[in-house]
């Protein structure tokens, strides 16, 4: 960090630290005093610059020529020390080197595969939704939102079926890897298993290791068009097949447990299960398993009057964002009945979620089967918080009534 925040106009500090584990299980009352100190304010525990306001958290995710992704998505700063593995070459890297990287995304996932995606998809979740209506009391997690991305989204990729849960400890590691002082929490255990999972991750998106006319193969169907070299085609793999998985199991589980802790929508879904999406996307609004996008200051600058150094680390906390009251009336009620578009628990701008058709596909296709089964459902037991990386649980345990 600079010393330029020594200058700042009109500053505003704190010694708050959201990534503490005192806020791990309730965020959102420390977002709310957030909100009110500024515009922007200095986290003194961590070093970063954060901004919490729906309208300066959009400007800050949206302008990526002012804020820029390349000093990594983390607030580990890769201006001034060095990533714990090579960084992303979509989600940590702009204009122009993120266009053509975009580009063959987004024609892989045309709406002609997505079609086709959909109905794997569905057919998966009416097995899966069939297996726990049967047994009646399952975990919603481990049985449910966890095995179903882990198999859809590899499949679709092309991997090999072994070793899928590495996905997750990469997931993991990528998380922790992107805290401030990463290097003092890890052990040397920590750092032999985290090469061990990066060199799997590598080695299943290498070519040989996918399957025929996978979305996998299709990157590298790009590569040997000139669009991109044979490692940028491995890397972007590795992105695509890692960065829904963990986030879409939360996603779901956290849609699972809003609805149980709110008896009488979940009847209502129960009762008209094609409320599924306004349900998904109210939970990205309310408790989306991401909680910030981070950016760097591409230059000395000014931001709503508070004087930032070059490459300084602004955190937009679009989970704050997403309940700002000047945004979203009764922001801390989760509401199946509430219209959320406009939330930005995906992102916007050119870093949105390029994978967010998929991720809703997925949501819309378990958790459509699971209510066009289920009479009535809740809690039978006490939620485990998963306090590691994306927000969400580690274990949901539920009853179901199938509908006769």
């Known amino acids: 960090m600079t010393d330029s925040h020594t200058d700042a106009i009109a500053k505003v500090e704190t010694s708050e630290n959201p990534?503490?584990?005192?806020?791990?299980?309730?965020?959102?009352?420390?977002?709310?005093?957030?909100?009110?100190?500024?515009?922007?304010?200095?986290?003194?525990?961590?070093?970063?610059?954060?901004?919490?306001?729906?309208?300066?958290?959009?400007?800050?995710?949206?302008?990526?020529?002012?804020?820029?992704?390349?000093?990594?998505?983390?607030?580990?700063?890769?201006?001034?020390?060095?990533?714990?593995?090579?960084?992303?070459?979509?989600?940590?890297?702009?204009?122009?080197?993120?266009?053509?990287?975009?580009?063959?995304?987004?024609?892989?996932?045309?709406?002609?595969?997505?079609?086709?995606?959909?109905?794997?998809?569905?057919?998966?979740?009416?097995?899966?939704?069939?297996?726990?209506?049967?047994?009646?009391?399952?975990?919603?997690?481990?049985?449910?939102?966890?095995?179903?991305?882990?198999?859809?989204?590899?499949d679709a990729v092309g991997l090999p079926e072994e070793g899928r849960e590495n996905l997750l400890a990469y997931g993991a590691f990528v998380r922790r890897g992107r805290a401030h002082n990463w290097q003092q929490g890890w052990s040397k255990e920590d750092l032999d298993e985290a090469e061990r999972v990066v060199d799997w991750v590598t080695g299943m998106c290498n070519r040989g290791s996918l399957a025929p006319n996978s979305f996998g193969s299709q990157i590298y169907d790009a590569?040997?068009?000139?669009?991109?070299?044979?490692?940028?085609?491995?890397?972007?793999?590795?992105?695509?097949?890692?960065?829904?998985?963990?986030?879409?199991?939360?996603?779901?589980?956290?849609?699972?447990?809003?609805?149980?802790?709110?008896?009488?929508?979940?009847?209502?879904?129960?009762?008209?299960?094609?409320?599924?999406?306004?349900?998904?996307?109210?939970?990205?609004?309310?408790?989306?398993?991401?909680h910030v996008i981070v950016r760097n200051t591409m230059q000395d600058m000014e931001f709503r009057g508070i004087r930032l150094g070059q490459y300084d680390?602004?955190?937009?906390?679009?989970?704050?964002?997403?309940?700002?009251?000047?945004?979203?009336?009764?922001?801390?009620?989760y509401d199946l009945h509430r219209k959320p578009a406009g939330h930005i628990g995906f992102g916007t701008g050119i870093h949105g979620c390029v994978g967010q058709m998929v991720a809703r596909m997925e949501a819309s296709a378990l958790l459509g089967a699971f209510f066009k089964r289920a009479a009535s459902f809740e809690l039978d037991g006490t939620p485990v918080r998963h306090l590691v990386g994306a927000r969400g649980y580690a274990s949901l345990p539920l009853t179901v009534k199938a509908k006769t």
């Not at 992704?69 to 700063?77: D, E, T």
């Open 19 to 154: 990534w503490s584990r005192d806020f791990l299980e309730d965020p959102y009352s420390l977002y709310a005093r957030l909100r009110d100190k500024g515009p922007v304010v200095w986290l003194s525990s961590v070093g970063v610059w954060g901004v919490f306001r729906d309208a300066d958290v959009r400007e800050v995710i949206t302008d990526w020529k002012t804020f820029g992704s390349a000093g990594g998505g983390g607030i580990s700063n890769y201006y001034r020390e060095k990533p714990w593995r090579e960084p992303s070459v979509i989600f940590e890297v702009d204009p122009p080197d993120h266009t053509p990287k975009r580009a063959i995304l987004t024609r892989i996932l045309s709406p002609m595969a997505l079609t086709k995606l959909r109905a794997r998809l569905e057919a998966q979740a009416d097995i899966l939704a069939d297996e726990v209506i049967r047994k009646g009391r399952f975990d919603a997690i481990t049985e449910f939102a966890k095995p179903f991305p882990l198999k859809v989204v590899p």
């Open 223 to 290: 590569a040997d068009a000139g669009e991109i070299n044979e490692h940028e085609a491995n890397m972007l793999v590795r992105s695509f097949l890692t960065a829904g998985v963990e986030t879409t199991m939360h996603s779901i589980g956290n849609t699972l447990f809003n609805l149980a802790i709110n008896p009488e929508q979940g009847r209502d879904i129960c009762s008209d299960p094609s409320l599924v999406k306004q349900a998904f996307d109210e939970t990205l609004r309310f408790d989306s398993p991401v």
């Open 313 to 333: 680390k602004v955190v937009a906390f679009i989970a704050s964002a997403n309940r700002d009251p000047l945004r979203w009336p009764n922001p801390d009620r």
